[in-house]
């Protein structure tokens, strides 16, 4: 059987440093839910036009690409429409994702990653056989954000919030990995995981 790794966890928990690795170190082929959900919202596509008949012309940048710093804003503040956004990207990343799946053939890449941030938020825990969880404290997740996107607190808050909590993710996991120390110690446990069949 296939082996599909579903690689989650919070914002700014470590997913890119796993998939990176699992990318470079045993070139496994990597779906990255992320890229899908940006490509659903390029200019001219149907996603984009909904969003800006909903928010208004202000919610596009001079050159017509969505200005997703300012979606953040409405999208995390409120959850409801947080729900309009997503119902609207979801299914065009799992479309993605299921073409992208059934263009790899399983005989030369018997094991795939797909890296869904919102993996259990957006059902889609069935298109994958296990499930990777990426997780530390969340003083480490905030500052990670906070010098990667450069975010005001606030904001880091409401993203994490968003989400589902850590624990429950965790509850749900075949595979925990603990970012809470160096890479070195979190690229072993991927080692470990990754034979571990």
Same mark, same amino acid.
């Given at each position: 059987?296939?082996?599909?790794?579903?690689?989650?966890?919070?914002?700014?928990?470590?997913?890119?440093?796993?998939?990176?690795?699992?990318?470079?170190?045993?070139?496994?082929?990597?779906?990255?839910?992320?890229?899908?959900?940006?490509?659903?919202?390029?200019?001219?596509?149907?996603?984009?036009?909904?969003?800006?008949?909903?928010?208004?012309?202000?919610?596009?940048?001079?050159?017509?690409?969505?200005?997703?710093?300012?979606?953040?804003?409405?999208?995390?503040?409120?959850?409801?429409?947080?729900?309009?956004?997503?119902?609207?990207?979801?299914?065009?990343?799992?479309? @993605? *994702?299921?073409? $992208?799946?059934?263009?790899?053939?399983?005989?030369?890449?018997?094991? &795939? #990653? %797909?890296?869904?941030?919102?993996?259990?938020?957006?059902?889609?825990?069935?298109?994958?056989?296990?499930?990777?969880?990426?997780?530390?404290?969340?003083?480490?997740?905030?500052?990670?954000?906070?010098?990667?996107?450069?975010?005001?607190?606030?904001?880091?808050?409401? @993203? *994490?919030?968003? $989400?589902?909590?850590?624990?429950?993710?965790?509850?749900?996991?075949? &595979? #925990? %990995?603990?970012?809470?120390?160096?890479?070195?110690?979190?690229?072993?446990?991927?080692?470990?995981?990754?034979?571990?069949?």
């Amino acid at each position: 059987m296939r082996r599909i790794i579903g690689l989650t966890g919070g914002i700014g928990t470590g997913k890119s440093t796993v998939s990176n690795y699992l990318a470079s170190h045993y070139n496994l082929p990597v779906l990255d839910a992320d890229i899908y959900a940006r490509e659903a919202v390029e200019p001219g596509s149907q996603v984009l036009e909904e969003i800006q008949e909903r928010y208004g012309f202000g919610i596009l940048l001079p050159d017509g690409k969505l200005d997703r710093l300012r979606l953040g804003q409405i999208v995390f503040s409120s959850p409801s429409e947080r729900l309009w956004l997503e119902q609207r990207i979801h299914p065009y990343v799992r479309d @993605r *994702i299921t073409a $992208q799946l059934d263009t790899l053939d399983p005989q030369k890449y018997p094991t &795939v #990653v %797909l890296v869904v941030p919102l993996l259990f938020e957006a059902r889609m825990t069935d298109l994958v056989t296990e499930i990777w969880v990426v997780a530390c404290d969340q003083t480490q997740q905030v500052e990670r954000v906070k010098s990667r996107d450069g975010l005001p607190l606030e904001e880091i808050q409401s @993203r *994490i919030n968003s $989400q589902m909590s850590i624990e429950k993710k965790l509850a749900q996991a075949n &595979v #925990v %990995l603990d970012n809470s120390s160096t890479p070195e110690a979190l690229l072993k446990q991927v080692d470990a995981a990754i034979g571990n069949r």
